[in-house]
DNA sequence: TTAACTGTACTAAGGATACTAATACAGTTA
DNA sequence: TAACTGTATTAGTATCCTTAGTACAGTTAA
């Protein structure tokens, strides 16, 4: 399902939130599809079930899933997120990132362009094979 | 000299990594200037030495600052920096954040205003109380 | 009800990493 | 020479990540 660094530094339960929320971000997991379960994605990436569980967790505290006992974890739709923490955390992570790359050569321009070109990749642009998505 | 959290999951010489880039980036620490001494800023704040050097080892092997034995460590002039990895790095990181915080309700617009704040207050703007600082 | 699934919680153990500590060596400067 | 600087090494402790095993609770279909 993902391409894993089992040797990196970063730990395997951040890559597996990070993954998610790209995917989850991307749209190419949708509201309320259902997350593969715990025990089945660990068998799949031959992890530890804990390992997964705690990138759940993660992903819940941060509002991008919601999970039921007994029925699974699924997709949070979109409205329902956004706590204004997470928001003043992203806020941060630009800032800080945006002052290298201008700081490392980056210009004005250089960034708009990478702006413009995720906004088209992410909300507004891609209705790829499903004209009106509606649920 | 800096407000650390010691308790932070993050570790210390990486906070240190990020407030020294922020310092440099904002030129509150300009060319050639000597950064404190190991010994010195480990008293200060009250940490171990090799934390510290643990940082500046990180900060020259990102092109910040340079080292001389005997004499310190220097803020690394601005053309001599930028090597294509760590530009690399900061676009995936500006990928990242831009993704991040167009999904959880920032708008471009918020997006740019934030871009255009950043990039007053760090190279054209700011030349504060030196008229022209030419070394 | 039963069986098999789901999330969740807990304890224990290992391995890796961060940090501290102490020491040593080499170059610079007054 | 003395006091500063960066740099390197070794060792011990603490913390975190990951695995492992077990257990409990809710859902779903046979």
């Given at each position: 399902m993902f391409d894993l660094d089992l040797r990196s530094r970063k730990?395997?339960?951040?890559?597996l939130v990070d993954k998610f929320k790209e995917l989850i971000i991307k749209e190419v997991i949708q509201a309320d599809e259902k997350l593969?379960?715990?025990r089945?994605?660990?068998r799949q990436m031959t992890i530890n079930p804990?390992?997964?569980q705690k990138a759940y967790r993660e992903l819940e505290s941060q509002g991008y899933i919601y999970s039921l006992k007994g029925k699974g974890s699924f997709v949070q739709a979109f409205s329902e997120k956004a706590s204004q923490e997470e928001?003043?955390?992203v806020k941060e992570k630009l800032k800080a990132a945006v002052s290298e790359a201008l700081y490392l050569g980056m210009t004005r321009a250089d960034i708009e362009s990478?702006?413009?070109e995720i906004d088209e990749s992410t909300g507004g642009g891609i209705i790829d094979d499903k004209t009106s998505g509606s649920k």
């Open positions: 730990p395997i339960y951040e890559q593969p379960s715990v089945t994605l660990a804990n390992t997964i928001l003043i955390k990478l702006l413009q």
